[in-house]
């Protein structure tokens, strides 16, 4: 399914500069100059060194259906400056109205792995479309690609157990929990509590019972037992409430009225105190009474650090259930994704390049219409990445440097390699299939399946290389060279 992801879009989903910007180009006669952009992001989420592109299908529900209505108009038009006038041209207002999306863009298909300064949009047109559109795509792209990255490392870190995303509760917003529960399935999650995201998405969804139902009854017994009676198909046990142990004994005699009247539990869920000793504890009362084929589910403030830690400790847990720290993105706020101009041009004239420069490398642009190759080993092991000028030719053996320390590789003549960024728009008009999100999904496990095992790694992973191709590296340089002479005014 891929359905929107929720109804907050409109063309006013932007940034108020955005529209002073493309009224300023509207003015000086520009609205027919050409423009690339790129969205990109500087470091990877959570000391790690990888992410997971996601919010590709979401940024693409906004870009077909973007226009301003009368409404959205009328609202601009009451917009005033620092003179208490109208801060907005009439002109300008009606020609906003009837603007449709016209440009080109490519993406990186979600689940892709990305490194940063690689680009994972690359939107090319009319400059006032270009800058309008902006703030959404930062948005959708920044949240969703933080949080299928964590849902990756949780998923990594849990193994061959099932992770179950629990987060729409702590979520920031309705809409940011929608959008969470969606990325966390395509890094990797087995399900999610979410209602609302498994009737848009078609995403399996899993629940238990709160402390809440135990508690309103006179006897965890009771409570069991009611929960039993009404949903036979339904049964895992809360037994955390009062004493785990106990609770796990009590969780055995419901269990075994379940069985009596033709029906299994599905298992336990242990929500806190030691609960490695718990779970092995728990595990060895289960196996007696005889279901072995309980699950233990744990719960409670996890993240890929807690259950490598519980796991390594001898846990015996089969399913984790994360929230808080998934469906927000701890510790890390944002990814911090940008969008950069990389050139510009007036009607029939060539590209001409532009740079942003900084005090610190990393923050450097790139100039130009940019494209990301992936080389690979013989085995499809990903072996090193280039980021190059799609109009520049390419020539073998092909030489990348790193754009920070400039240190240069050569990558071997005849090396299997793919083109990461895909077409998505032509002249405003969608020529991509949007995959099913389970499509989406698979396509994420096996990109982190192709990836070198130790920049997975919890701790002190390896860097990926990734650099510019050497005309890239050419042309950079020498428009910082040529940006650093500019006269002073």
């Not at 242990?270 to 000793?277: E, H, I």
Request: hydrophobic share 40%; with cysteine.
């Amino acid at each position: 399914m891929n359905a929107p992801i929720a109804n907050v879009f409109s063309a006013l989903s932007t940034d108020l500069y955005e529209i002073t910007m493309a009224c300023g180009y509207w003015k000086a006669g520009l609205r027919n100059h050409q423009a690339a952009f790129h969205v990109v992001f500087r470091e990877n989420p959570f000391s790690g060194e990888f992410t997971l592109a996601c919010g590709l299908a979401s940024a693409i529900d906004f870009l077909r259906g973007f226009h301003f209505t009368e409404t959205e108009i009328a609202y601009l038009a009451a917009q005033s400056g620092n003179d208490d006038r109208p801060l907005f041209d009439p002109g300008f207002l009606e020609y906003l109205g009837g603007l449709r999306l016209t440009c080109d863009i490519d993406a990186m298909p979600e689940g892709t792995l990305v490194f940063p300064h690689e680009p994972l949009i690359r939107v090319c047109g009319p400059i006032m479309e270009c800058q309008i559109v902006e703030t959404a795509l930062l948005n959708v792209l920044n949240f969703q690609s933080l949080v299928a990255t964590k849902a990756a490392r949780v998923c990594l870190a849990a193994g061959d157990d099932a992770v179950v995303e629990f987060g729409l509760r702590r979520a920031q917003g309705m809409d940011g929990g929608l959008s969470a529960s969606r990325a966390a399935y395509i890094g990797g999650c087995a399900g999610t509590s979410n209602l609302l995201a498994g009737k848009r998405y078609g995403i399996p969804v899993s629940g238990t019972q709160a402390h809440s139902w135990i508690m309103a009854f006179e006897s965890e017994t009771e409570a069991f037992q009611t929960y039993a009676e009404a949903l036979p198909n339904n049964c895992v046990f809360l037994v955390d409430t009062y004493n785990s142990l106990e609770g796990v004994r009590r969780a055995i005699s419901a269990s075994k009225w379940l069985r009596r009247h033709g029906h299994e539990p599905i298992g336990i869920r242990l929500d806190s105190g030691d609960r490695v000793m718990l779970s092995i504890e728990a595990r060895r009362l289960l196996d007696e009474a005889g279901f072995a084929n309980a699950a233990i589910i744990c719960s409670g403030d996890l993240d890929e650090y807690a259950i490598a830690e519980m796991k390594s400790r001898g846990a015996k847990i089969n399913i984790w259930g994360v929230g808080t720290k998934l469906a927000t993105g701890q510790p890390d706020a944002a990814l911090g994704v940008v969008y950069k101009l990389g050139a510009v041009r007036r009607p029939g004239e060539p590209w001409r390049y532009r740079i942003k420069l900084s005090d610190e490398p990393a923050k450097i642009s790139c100039p130009g219409s940019l494209q990301v190759r992936r080389f690979c080993q013989p085995n499809g092991q990903f072996k090193a990445d280039a980021i190059y000028e799609i109009d520049h030719a390419i020539a073998e053996p092909f030489a990348i440097f790193d754009p920070t320390t400039n240190a240069r590789r050569e990558i071997p003549a005849a090396t299997d390699f793919a083109d990461l960024l895909v077409p998505i728009f032509r002249d405003g008009e969608l020529v991509y299939r949007v995959p099913e999100i389970r499509a989406a999904r698979e396509y994420a496990r096996k990109q982190l399946g192709c990836a070198p095992p130790e920049i997975l790694k919890m701790s002190h992973p390896r860097h990926y290389e990734v650099g510019l191709e050497s005309a890239l590296f050419e042309l950079r340089s020498k428009l910082i060279r040529r940006a650093k002479r500019q006269p002073s005014p």
